[in-house]
């Protein structure tokens, strides 16, 4: 059985670019998260949906990251206009509701220049 | 403010010996401990759990201890072996949400 599914793996953009991560939850799984990881802060939260309705989004550094899903087998985190400091290794996790156990994804490097 | 915190970045030990990771938290509203192993260019993956109503599980070679007055839980790992090479993330969830608050992590390296 698939896991979660993210695209694409690594990402390589200039500055006051837009960039689109994608992710394909486990099916079945109708909760959702976003996470980025950094040296600095660690794995940190963004955002999380739960049957595709964002829930919390107190984790979202600034209004150039939006996040959306469209469907239950499908997010997106996009960043415009994206910036330096915003390189990092962003996570895509997903679960059934009411389990502490979350599945992440591969991970998506993204690189700022 | 972090509330989970992993003071030590990284741990190195002799294959056969005993590993012990450390993670203390500040929120007494958390009602489930986990930890998470991570390779590189992989996602972290589920290792172990404890509820706060349990001051201990074990599963195998692991085993996790809560300490609730002292807000510290540690991972044991018996036999390391080189395999376990990895980053440990312990996580925290608070009762009644499904948001995991992470600490940054320590990287463990089994010396063969």
């Known amino acids: 059985d698939a896991g979660v599914i993210q695209s694409p793996r690594h990402e390589v953009t200039e500055m006051g670019q837009e960039v689109t991560l994608r992710c394909k939850p486990i099916?079945?799984?109708?909760?959702l998260f976003w996470y980025r990881q950094t040296m600095m802060r660690g794995l940190e939260l963004l955002i999380y949906?739960?049957?595709?309705?964002?829930?919390?989004d107190s984790g979202m550094p600034e209004d150039r990251f939006s996040a959306k899903m469209p469907n239950a087998s499908f997010s997106t985190l996009k960043i415009q206009p994206s910036e330096p400091r915003d390189s990092a290794v962003y996570f895509c996790?997903?679960?059934?509701?009411?389990?502490?156990?979350?599945?992440f994804g591969p991970g998506t490097r993204l690189t700022v220049t | 403010d972090q509330q989970v915190k992993q003071n030590s970045p990284s741990l190195s030990v002799q294959e056969g010996r005993i590993s012990i990771l450390n993670c203390d938290y500040t929120?007494?509203?958390?009602?489930?401990f986990l930890w998470y192993k991570k390779y590189p260019a992989e996602g972290p993956t589920f290792l172990i759990s404890?509820?706060?109503?349990?001051d201990k599980n074990e599963d195998g070679r692991f085993t996790v201890f809560l300490n609730k007055s002292a807000k510290h839980l540690s991972l044991h790992i018996v036999p390391s072996q080189p395999g376990d090479s990895a980053v440990y993330f312990c996580?925290?969830?608070?009762?009644?949400?499904?948001?995991?608050?992470f600490g940054k992590g320590t990287k463990l390296t089994v010396n063969p």
């Open positions: 996790a997903s679960t059934t509701t009411g389990s502490y156990e979350q599945y």
């Open positions: 099916s079945g799984h109708n909760s």
């Open positions: 949906f739960n049957n595709n309705v964002p829930i919390d």
């Open positions: 929120n007494s509203m958390f009602d489930y």
């Open positions: 404890i509820s706060s109503i349990k």
């Open positions: 996580a925290a969830r608070e009762g009644g949400s499904e948001k995991l608050v």
